[in-house]
């Protein structure tokens, strides 16, 4: 019997009722369905009372899901969507994002096409794209206190109402550099159209193996983003006295003390996404974001009265 999983955005009715009507049709015809909530996928923050908060990575795979799932339907948003793939990736699972939020930068399809998207991959009628993620590790003395696999970026920050911090970033066995700002983003390809985008970083198609390191309002005309090999490996001290905050995909983070240190490298999982036609990045930052839109023509004379 073939096995496939949906991955819901349960806080949406649309998402619960879709979820659970498409549960019913793969049942109909022959699969073995496991449906959860994307909830489980949430890293959560910490708090001064719980300065840890998480859950290992590989802990974070749904009960029922496993390397002989064929695929997952995901039902949500991007935020959905990222929560998903660090439940997803240590199987290796592929997912149909089906988006049922705004944007839906990360998915795939709508739910007025999913009859026949369902049709197509019950088919195996797909190629599957892989995506570069994070492994995102704090470290105090040689000892992992948190952990997170990220598929957009990893932020180091001030806490609000705190003075501009000072980092030190080693890359690979490069020399370290020293960075004032408000904070680092260490970005994906996947996540050069996410924060690092607004923070004024490129854009990278998804295919380049690079990552890349964006200062945050650096004070500094030298200071800027750096693109590098992804077969780095990233380490960041604070070079300041303040309590810093470190979040993974806008998702969820923890704290990062003046001693600690932050160390960030490829994921050896990808994050599979289903493509029911081959992909094509520039249509997708066309539609979502406005790139490469056409210019309007201005008159070339204007008759006066």
Same mark, same amino acid.
């Given at each position: 019997m073939p096995k496939a999983g949906i991955i819901y955005n349960d806080v949406k009715p649309i998402s619960c009722r879709v979820a659970a009507e498409l549960q019913d049709k793969l049942s109909s015809y022959g699969w073995d369905v496991c449906a959860v909530s994307g909830s489980g996928g %949430?890293?959560?923050?910490?708090?001064?009372?719980?300065?840890?908060?998480?859950?290992p990575i590989d802990q974070l795979v749904p009960s029922g899901f496993d390397s002989e799932m064929k695929f997952a339907v995901v039902l949500g948003g991007d935020g959905t969507v990222l929560s998903a793939s660090r439940q997803l990736a240590p199987c290796g699972i592929p997912m149909l994002a089906v988006n049922t939020g705004h944007m839906g930068f990360l998915t795939e399809t709508y739910l007025n096409q999913l009859p026949q998207a369902m049709e197509q991959?019950?088919?195996?009628?797909?190629?599957?794209?892989?995506?570069?993620?994070?492994?995102? *590790?704090?470290?105090?003395?040689?000892?992992?206190?948190?952990?997170?696999?990220?598929?957009?970026?990893?932020? @180091?920050?001030?806490?609000?109402l705190t003075c501009m911090c000072h980092f030190e970033v080693a890359i690979g066995r490069h020399a370290p550099v020293d960075i004032a700002a408000d904070g680092v983003i260490i970005a994906t390809p996947t996540g050069s159209t996410a924060y690092s985008l607004s923070a004024g970083g490129p854009v990278i198609t998804p295919?380049?193996?690079? @990552?890349?390191?964006?200062?945050?309002?650096?004070?500094?005309?030298a200071s800027r983003s750096l693109v590098f090999a992804d077969t780095e490996e990233v380490t960041i001290y604070s070079a300041s006295?303040?309590?810093?905050?470190?979040?993974?995909?806008?998702?969820?983070?923890?704290?990062?003390?003046?001693?600690?240190?932050?160390?960030?490298?490829?994921?050896?999982?990808?994050?599979?996404? %289903?493509?029911? *036609?081959?992909?094509?990045?520039?249509? %997708?930052?066309?539609?979502k974001l406005g790139w490469?839109?056409?210019?309007i023509a201005k008159p070339t004379s204007v008759e006066l009265p």
């Amino acid at each position: 019997m073939p096995k496939a999983g949906i991955i819901y955005n349960d806080v949406k009715p649309i998402s619960c009722r879709v979820a659970a009507e498409l549960q019913d049709k793969l049942s109909s015809y022959g699969w073995d369905v496991c449906a959860v909530s994307g909830s489980g996928g %949430i890293l959560g923050y910490s708090s001064p009372e719980r300065p840890m908060c998480h859950t290992p990575i590989d802990q974070l795979v749904p009960s029922g899901f496993d390397s002989e799932m064929k695929f997952a339907v995901v039902l949500g948003g991007d935020g959905t969507v990222l929560s998903a793939s660090r439940q997803l990736a240590p199987c290796g699972i592929p997912m149909l994002a089906v988006n049922t939020g705004h944007m839906g930068f990360l998915t795939e399809t709508y739910l007025n096409q999913l009859p026949q998207a369902m049709e197509q991959v019950m088919n195996g009628e797909y190629e599957i794209e892989e995506r570069t993620m994070l492994e995102v *590790q704090l470290m105090r003395d040689d000892i992992c206190l948190w952990e997170a696999l990220s598929l957009n970026e990893m932020v @180091l920050h001030r806490e609000p109402l705190t003075c501009m911090c000072h980092f030190e970033v080693a890359i690979g066995r490069h020399a370290p550099v020293d960075i004032a700002a408000d904070g680092v983003i260490i970005a994906t390809p996947t996540g050069s159209t996410a924060y690092s985008l607004s923070a004024g970083g490129p854009v990278i198609t998804p295919g380049v193996s690079v @990552l890349q390191l964006l200062p945050i309002c650096p004070h500094s005309l030298a200071s800027r983003s750096l693109v590098f090999a992804d077969t780095e490996e990233v380490t960041i001290y604070s070079a300041s006295p303040n309590r810093l905050v470190m979040v993974a995909d806008g998702n969820g983070g923890c704290y990062v003390l003046p001693d600690d240190r932050v160390r960030v490298s490829r994921s050896r999982y990808n994050a599979k996404f %289903i493509r029911l *036609q081959p992909a094509e990045f520039f249509h %997708i930052l066309r539609e979502k974001l406005g790139w490469g839109l056409p210019h309007i023509a201005k008159p070339t004379s204007v008759e006066l009265p």
